[in-house]
């Protein structure tokens, strides 16, 4: 009697352990795609939400000026102005928030001298919400909304009207 394996035996269990080697290869490159794609999305979520956060707190503690200006500077669909002290030391900030290309991007100026002036040599901005999509916007609401009836001031608006701001944010789904 003959010892060993025939041909065809061989080649089937090649064939065999090539078809595990290929399922397991494939289940781990998509586990690592997959867990990459998700993180992705994660965190964009999470840049969103906070950036939603930081803007609606600050929208609420809009206050007069250092310089005794109204409290909404400037308000547009793509872009608001308003003062509020974001760092609590007692002096409202210039604060921006404005939709560009994709990104959401706030921009501080601190008042500086007496009488304080508000300089944009002075402007930082920082790019606080990535991948939003052109339909974006940001509409305004008068004392007269009651929360059913979505009709927006027109523009361009007077800000001494606006009691409502609706930011509204939708993500791009590119490159998570």
């Known amino acids: 009697m003959k010892q060993g394996f025939t041909l065809i035996e061989t080649v089937i269990a090649i064939g065999l352990a ?13 586990i690592f795609f997959n867990n990459r794609f998700y993180s992705g999305l994660l965190a964009n ?3 969103v939400k906070s950036a939603l956060r ?18 909404i500077e400037s308000a547009n669909s793509g872009q608001i102005v308003f003062f509020s002290d974001s760092d609590k030391d007692g002096i409202a900030e210039k604060i921006g928030y404005e939709l560009v290309g994709g990104k ?18 002075s402007v930082s901005e920082t790019v606080v919400a990535n991948n939003l999509s052109a339909s974006s916007s940001l509409s ?6 009651d929360g059913a009836l979505e009709t927006p001031l027109s523009f361009p608006i007077d800000v001494t009207e606006a009691r409502m701001v609706k930011l509204f944010l939708v993500w791009d789904g590119i490159n998570p």
């Not at 305004?140 to 909304?145: E, P, Q, V």
């Open 45 to 47: 979520e999470f840049e």
């Open 54 to 71: 930081r803007f609606s707190a600050e929208l609420r503690s809009a206050e007069m000026s250092a310089a005794g200006a109204y409290p």
């Open 104 to 121: 959401f991007i706030r921009s501080v100026i601190v008042a500086a001298g007496s009488p304080p002036v508000y300089s944009t040599s």
């Open 140 to 145: 305004y609401f008068g004392a007269d909304y």
């Open 18 to 30: 090539f078809l595990i080697f290929a399922v397991v290869f494939a289940l781990g490159r998509d």
